[in-house]
């Protein structure tokens, strides 16, 4: 007997199609949020590969004017995102010529947070390919084990344990394993994919974070900050004698 997909689905109980639907549904949901992920962070890579070298530049020349500008022109950029927040926090307390370790502790902080809430974007999407990863395999199973029960009952049906009697719901539980392995596989892909990528992500902001803040505590080491600093220094230390004196 020769079956086609037209006739298994014709044939496919009402909960057999359920399942299929539901496993359509998770693979289009699963491979947009991919394809929408991988572009934005394409686009958000080209920017930072121009970005990152052009900040760097203005940092060693102590431009921080052109620095901030900057950061705020790349809006795609996750580094651009994250500096450009954070400088616009502090760049009041910095943009008088003097830095404080208190300017310092404050851009960290400042930093801190901006990479927090782009890690939070970042990962946006990242549990849809999760769970679509981890149940697809089981909804097919599902498919699977009722494929399995409407082929007994049509061997009960019929009365007969012929290949015809059974056709019908083996195929319908081969499909339903195979349509769930199918919309599993590339989830599982992209998440680990997806999940190394923004590990690289997060070192890129990291690394040129810390840049930022270099540049701010070589302004502390400066000449006019470093006697503001040793004089901070100073007090701090000499508080301690005053009360034990």
């Given at each position: 007997m020769n079956l086609d997909f037209a006739e298994i689905w014709t044939k496919t109980?009402?909960?057999?199609?359920?399942?299929w639907v539901v496993l359509l549904f998770m693979s289009v949901w699963s491979l947009s949020v991919a394809i929408s992920k991988w572009w934005?962070?394409?686009?958000?890579q080209k920017e930072t590969i121009k970005f990152a070298p052009e900040f760097s530049q203005f940092l060693e020349e102590d431009n921080l004017t052109e620095a901030i500008k900057l950061a705020e022109g790349y809006k795609k950029s996750h580094v651009a995102r994250v500096?450009?927040?954070?400088?616009?926090?502090?760049?009041?307390?910095?943009?008088?010529?003097?830095?404080?370790?208190?300017?310092?502790?404050?851009?960290?902080?400042?930093?801190?947070?901006e990479m927090l809430m782009e890690m939070?974007?970042?990962?946006?999407?990242?549990?849809?390919?999760?769970?679509?990863?981890?149940?697809?395999?089981?909804v097919g199973l599902?498919?699977?084990?009722?494929?399995?029960?409407?082929?007994?009952r049509g061997m009960a049906t019929s009365?007969?344990?012929?290949?015809?009697?059974?056709?019908?719901?083996?195929?319908?539980?081969?499909?339903?394993?195979g349509f769930g392995l199918i919309v599993a596989i590339p989830a599982v892909w992209f998440y680990n994919y997806f999940t190394t990528k923004l590990d690289n992500l997060t070192a890129e902001m990291t690394y040129t974070s810390k840049e930022m803040i270099d540049y701010l505590i070589k302004g502390v080491s400066g000449e006019f900050g470093r006697s503001r600093f040793t004089r901070e220094f100073n007090t701090q230390v000499q508080t301690p004698g005053a009360v034990s004196q």
């Open positions: 109980p009402p909960f057999g199609k359920f399942l934005n962070l394409r686009k958000a500096l450009g927040g954070a400088l616009g926090e502090v760049k009041p307390l910095i943009m008088d010529g003097s830095v404080t370790v208190s300017d310092i502790n404050t851009a960290e902080r400042a930093v801190e947070r939070v974007t970042l990962k946006r999407g990242l549990a849809v390919l999760a769970t679509v990863g981890a149940t697809a395999p089981f599902l498919g699977t084990v009722f494929g399995i029960i409407n082929a007994f009365g007969s344990a012929g290949i015809g009697a059974v056709s019908a719901g083996i195929a319908e539980a081969l499909i339903a394993t």
